[in-house]
């Protein structure tokens, strides 16, 4: 069972346009929520994070956008760029004693066409 | 600095076989894992350690061991390996504010 479910699955954005990414989750432990970036042939790299105590965080043209009630998060990429393409991974870790394991959403393949 | 390092890249085995994955850090991190990414599936967790000498198990385990003998290294072992455990293998060291560092990961192919 997923229990961090992303969509979409794959997405085409225009350059210049906005990318969305949506997550969602259903385990209210959860209190570290990153996103990962991936390149082809290379592991994934942490690109932004947010904790459950704040609404948005902005790195550059990433954001991620936090709604704690309806237990969602989403990345937002604007004025996406050829260079964004990517393969962007949400995941999430819950609080408390312990390893503190990190499960990852199913990942989203993004093109940006120029 | 060469962060996490995974050896081989690449690795075809045939059904039965046995290998092992070496993974290793050179940042003195405590805790590391390993990764499988499969399509749609993600990332899912096969084992961890929280420093040397302590595994414990993740997600999907079955088919595979760890050992964690030094804080640098952290092997994964396939005893006898499937056609279900094709698919691209990552090791990942977490440091400072729980950034997980990733290898470049080993693609196997199991016939």
């Known amino acids: 069972q997923q229990q961090v479910k992303q969509s979409p699955q794959s997405l085409i954005v225009q350059k210049g346009g906005i990318s969305i990414i949506n997550c969602a989750y259903e385990?209210?432990?959860?209190?570290?929520f990153p996103w990962y970036q991936q390149f082809p042939g290379k592991g994934p790299a942490l690109l932004i994070a947010?904790?459950?105590?704040?609404s948005e965080k902005k790195e550059g043209r990433f954001t991620i956008s936090f709604n704690k009630s309806a237990k969602q998060f989403s990345l937002h990429i604007m004025d996406s760029q050829p260079g964004d393409s990517a393969t962007y991974f949400c995941?999430?870790?819950?609080?408390?004693?312990?390893?503190?394991?990190?499960?990852f959403g199913q990942g989203t393949r993004l093109t940006i066409n120029p | 600095n060469a962060g996490v390092t995974q050896t081989p890249k690449f690795q075809v085995l045939k059904t039965g076989q046995s290998m092992t994955l070496q993974c290793a850090q050179d940042?003195?991190?405590?805790?590391m894992s390993w990764y499988r990414q499969d399509p749609g599936m993600g990332l899912r967790l096969i084992h961890y350690?929280?420093?040397?000498?302590?595994?414990d198990q993740g997600e999907v385990p079955n088919g595979y061991n760890v050992s964690r003998s030094t804080t640098e290294d952290f092997p994964l072992r396939l005893l006898s390996a499937a056609p279900s455990q094709t698919s691209v293998y990552f090791c990942?060291?977490?440091?400072?504010?729980?950034?997980?560092?990733f290898g470049a990961g080993t693609r196997l192919s199991v016939l």
């Open positions: 350690s929280v420093g040397a000498g302590i595994t």
């Open positions: 990942a060291s977490r440091g400072a504010r729980n950034i997980q560092y």
């Open positions: 385990n209210t432990a959860f209190d570290y």
């Open positions: 995941a999430a870790r819950a609080r408390g004693g312990g390893a503190q394991k990190l499960v």
């Open positions: 940042m003195n991190h405590e805790y």
């Open positions: 947010i904790r459950p105590d704040v």
